[in-house]
Nanobody
Framework: QVQLVESGGGSVQTGGSLKLSCVASGVNVARDCMAWFRQIPGKERERVGGLDYYGTEDAALFVGGRFFCSRSSTKNTLYLQMNNLKPSDTAMYYC??????????????????WGQGTQVTVSP
């Protein structure tokens, strides 16, 4: 059984930082495909960043150089470091996983498992 549990969300002011965590069970953060997405009510879920099989992260492709993904194999945890936050970053953030490696950035429909989400709110 796959479980993804996110934490670390909260309310910050513009320019602040947060670090999200996703503790995984039933998938291996070092071998299986995992990523972060976010969603604003009424809008489609969008990719924020993830890691491929080799550990190359791609958050810069989606949110510039402000966010960074990493993982801990010993803790089986995926992280999202978010810096210089803006009000436009306000959203529910989700951890996603699919079994098997990935070698490119995948969209939300490619992931089978989702966490419950953690809310990030950035005030002006």
């Amino acid at each position: 059984q796959v479980q993804l549990v996110e934490s670390g969300g909260g309310s910050v002011q513009t320019g602040g930082s947060l670090k999200l965590s996703c503790v995984a069970s039933g998938v291996n953060v070092a071998r299986d495909c995992m990523a972060w997405f976010r969603q604003i009510p009424g809008k489609e879920r969008e990719r924020v960043g993830g890691l491929d099989y080799y550990g190359t992260e791609d958050a810069a492709l989606f949110v510039g150089g402000r966010f960074f993904c990493s993982r801990s194999s010993t803790k089986n945890t995926l992280y999202l470091q978010m810096n210089n936050l803006k009000p436009s970053d306000t959203a529910m953030y989700y951890c996603a996983a699919r079994q098997g490696p990935c070698f490119t950035a995948l969209g939300p429909n490619s992931y089978s498992y989702w966490g419950q989400g953690t809310q990030v709110t950035v005030s002006p």
